[in-house]
């Protein structure tokens, strides 16, 4: 079994990418039972000190309480996972092993909590814009954010992004990652400062939620994918990215491709043809390989 902290860490990584209601089923259970099985080992072992009266009791109960609530809340979760932190912090005082990866922990909990809590934020506020709206006008609007925000903002850029590393040098590949890089094209920002705008930027605008989701686990499969610095892991993951992002676009209605800036698979013209090259040159490049 692991330890509760290692536990812990990896739930955290994990809501760190997506939300809890985005993980798979099976996943959602195993977490909570082996979340359930660390945090009763440790209640154990405080109370065999007879440390019922301490901090670190109340604290590891208060996280016990919302693993085992009906419905998993996991901004209570992370707030819980707060103090119990911190008495870690007290008994290891003496391990700066221990010390090092509570400041990690410590910090990756700290960066999670403001993105679950923008994350429900966001959804309120979108459940409010569209309460009492009727479907046509719900789908005209997702036609319309499709449009405007998934191809102007989002696809023109990683399509362009997709296009620019078939053909440009590692260093130049690196630079555009993370500074940006001018190419004929025009000049394109870093991509990694900016890549978390995207989902944030289009999802909360979709009305239909079947749509949302498929669009929100597209994003969300890129982050799970890429965490490092390998250009072969990027390219391979952008490319399903668009790939699914153009599939789901043109499944949603939208029917043609209109850019403002960057067209680097052809500029108003049907969407199913932006998909069939986007295909076809993901087919050659694997001949190519093989």
Request: hydrophobic letters at 40%; aromatic letters at 10%; proline letters at 3%.
């Amino acid at each position: 079994m692991p330890t509760p902290l290692q536990t812990f860490e990896e739930t955290v990584k994990k809501l760190k990418v997506m939300p809890f209601e985005f993980w798979h089923a099976s996943d959602q259970k195993q977490t909570i039972g082996v979340l359930d099985l660390v945090t009763e080992s440790l209640r154990r072992k405080i109370a065999e000190k007879n440390l019922l009266e301490t901090s670190a009791y109340k604290a590891i109960l208060d996280t016990q309480e919302v693993i085992r609530a009906e419905e998993f809340d996991e901004v209570k979760f992370i707030k819980s996972l707060i103090p119990l932190i911190g008495v870690y912090r007290e008994i290891t005082a003496s391990n700066k092993n221990m010390q090092i990866f509570l400041d990690y922990l410590g910090k990756e909990v700290a960066e999670t909590l403001p993105k679950l809590l923008q994350h429900h934020i966001a959804m309120e506020n979108l459940e409010k814009n569209m309460a009492g709206m009727p479907e046509s006008e719900k789908h005209e609007n997702d036609l319309k954010v499709l449009q405007e925000i998934g191809i102007f903002y989002v696809l023109e850029y990683t399509l362009q992004v997709q296009l620019e590393f078939t053909r440009i040098s590692d260093e130049d590949k690196r630079k555009l990652l993370t500074d940006g890089l001018r190419v004929e094209a025009g000049s394109l920002p870093g991509y990694l400062p900016i890549k978390d705008t995207y989902s944030a930027e289009l999802c909360y605008k979709i009305y239909d939620e079947e749509l949302r989701n498929k669009l929100f686990r597209v994003f969300f499969k890129f982050d799970e994918t890429y965490s490092g610095e390998d250009l072969n892991v990027f390219y391979t993951v952008l490319k399903e990215m668009n790939l699914a992002l153009l599939r789901a676009f043109y499944e949603a209605g939208l029917e043609e491709y209109k850019a403002m800036f960057y067209a680097p698979f052809g500029n108003n013209v049907p969407l199913d043809e932006v998909i069939k090259k986007t295909e076809a040159a993901e087919m050659k490049e694997k001949a190519l390989i093989t």
